[in-house]
């Protein structure tokens, strides 16, 4: 198993540990273990009680939730230096998702009495907590209002948007993750085919290119309008 160091971490300095001391950073790191999880694997599973976070160094991961239909329901993604897991321990609840890897990714896990530590005696750090957690209720307010108001054509123009501020894009000007036509069927909320018909529409009216998996956007602008997002 390989021990990252916190203190060298390229991604601490994105991460709520970035505001730790040299002395709380060493406790985290004199207790800390770290894992790597092949491409496919789950980190957390819904419905379990979690002893702690994990802080993923790199990689991406998918958090979802399976619907009352057994139908999977991908709610949000995970990168470099997010913290995943640690809002059902301060709320004291079981995991409200499954925790996916999308590629191979290593992430290290935190006790969650460092947490608790870190929380009480640092108020810059329980402020970046407080932020992180703030972004995802309105992300996962957003979500909600989309679902119940926005068509699926809509959904879907918003979601390869999403994509792109989430992970940005490869040299080749690639949206930097790949997924299949049944993934992004779940984030978007709709049948797979339905996506797969509605990305022909989008490449025919050329706002975005396909290969395989890789999809470049085109026409931003009005991918936007499509999607109504606004600035």
Same mark, same amino acid.
């Given at each position: 198993?390989?021990?990252?160091?916190?203190?060298?971490?390229?991604?601490?300095?994105? @991460?709520?540990?970035?505001?730790? $001391?040299?002395?709380? +950073?060493?406790?985290?790191?004199?207790?800390?273990?770290?894992?790597?999880?092949?491409?496919?694997?789950?980190?957390?599973?819904?419905?379990?009680?979690?002893?702690?976070?994990?802080?993923?160094?790199?990689?991406?991961?998918?958090?979802?939730?399976?619907?009352?239909?057994?139908?999977?329901?991908?709610?949000?993604?995970?990168?470099?230096?997010?913290?995943?897991?640690?809002?059902?321990?301060?709320?004291?609840?079981?995991?409200? /998702?499954?925790?996916?890897?999308?590629?191979?990714?290593?992430?290290?896990?935190?006790?969650?009495?460092?947490?608790?530590?870190?929380?009480?005696?640092?108020?810059?750090? @329980?402020?970046?907590?407080?932020?992180?957690?703030?972004?995802?209720?309105?992300?996962?307010?957003?979500?909600?209002?989309?679902? /119940?108001?926005?068509? %699926?054509?809509?959904? +879907?123009?918003?979601?390869?948007?999403?994509?792109?501020?989430?992970?940005?894009?490869?040299?080749?000007?690639?949206? !930097?993750? $790949?997924?299949?036509?049944?993934?992004? /069927?779940?984030? %978007?909320?709709? /049948?797979?085919?339905? %996506?797969?018909?509605?990305?022909?529409?989008?490449?025919? !009216?050329?706002?975005?290119?396909?290969?395989?998996?890789?999809?470049?956007?085109?026409?931003? !602008?009005?991918?936007?309008?499509?999607?109504? %997002?606004?600035?």
């Amino acid at each position: 198993m390989e021990h990252f160091d916190c203190a060298n971490c390229p991604s601490r300095i994105d @991460s709520p540990f970035h505001e730790l $001391s040299v002395d709380e +950073l060493t406790k985290v790191q004199n207790i800390k273990s770290c894992t790597f999880f092949k491409k496919g694997q789950i980190i957390f599973h819904e419905g379990n009680r979690p002893g702690g976070i994990y802080c993923i160094r790199k990689g991406k991961v998918k958090l979802s939730r399976l619907g009352s239909d057994g139908k999977e329901q991908i709610i949000r993604f995970g990168k470099d230096s997010d913290i995943i897991g640690y809002r059902s321990i301060l709320s004291g609840e079981n995991l409200s /998702a499954t925790v996916t890897t999308l590629e191979d990714t290593s992430a290290c896990f935190v006790p969650k009495k460092i947490l608790f530590d870190s929380i009480e005696g640092n108020p810059k750090f @329980s402020l970046r907590i407080m932020k992180e957690m703030s972004r995802e209720l309105g992300e996962a307010g957003r979500l909600i209002t989309n679902l /119940a108001q926005k068509s %699926v054509r809509e959904r +879907l123009a918003e979601v390869i948007l999403v994509l792109r501020t989430t992970f940005g894009e490869t040299e080749e000007g690639n949206v !930097d993750i $790949s997924l299949t036509r049944e993934e992004l /069927a779940n984030m %978007v909320g709709t /049948a797979t085919e339905s %996506v797969i018909r509605l990305l022909s529409e989008f490449k025919e !009216d050329q706002l975005i290119e396909l290969k395989g998996r890789k999809l470049k956007i085109t026409n931003p !602008d009005q991918l936007a309008r499509i999607g109504k %997002v606004f600035d």
